[in-house]
């Protein structure tokens, strides 16, 4: 199926896209479809990812940057691991009304941050903080606007590091 590979501009999508890898580097890429989109795998380090249509992720994800947003639902398969690994404050963002089920492991290493605004989260899989971030605690989650949430069903668990790790929403 190949790579789709966006960095500038923005681009509509009013089909479901087959199965293809996704490198987001910049620009926007916005699936508006009534039919679920599968990516066998995600990079993303910039850009924005949103649009109406549910999007599955069904391989390997790093997310070092970037926004989801949009009314659609972007979906962590069990068995799939989501690294976030964002440098400094909100350098990845769930916003726009957008939903991220994660129903296998969202893991954040030392001192990564997920902004969430008008976003859910629903944890049904694992959300990990792996280390401690700058200072004396780690803010895992961090609500910046009204609307943010975090639903968990599943487990949340630090595995590394001996400050606090913080869900701020």
């Known amino acids: 199926p190949g790579t789709l590979s966006v960095s500038g501009a923005v681009l509509h999508v009013p089909f479901p896209v087959s199965q ?61 691991t989501v690294t976030v690994t964002s440098a400094g404050a909100c350098g990845a963002v769930l916003d726009g009304g957008r939903t991220l089920v994660n129903n296998g492991r969202l893991a954040f290493p030392d001192g990564t941050i997920l902004c969430v605004g008008n976003a859910l989260i629903r944890n049904a899989g694992t959300l990990t903080a792996q280390g401690d971030g700058p200072g004396p605690w780690s803010t895992v989650v961090y609500a910046y606007a009204t609307g943010g949430q975090l639903v968990n069903t599943g487990r949340i668990e630090k595995t590394g590091g001996s400050g606090t790790a913080a869900i701020g929403i």
């Open 20 to 80: 293809p890898a996704l490198v987001m580097t910049g620009g926007e890429l916005d699936l508006d479809t009534a039919s679920p989109t599968s990516l066998t795998s995600l990079a993303m380090s910039g850009g924005t990812l949103g649009g109406a249509g549910d999007v599955t992720v069904t391989g390997s994800w790093t997310w070092s940057g970037g926004e989801l947003s949009g009314s659609g639902t972007t979906t962590i398969p069990s068995g799939v």
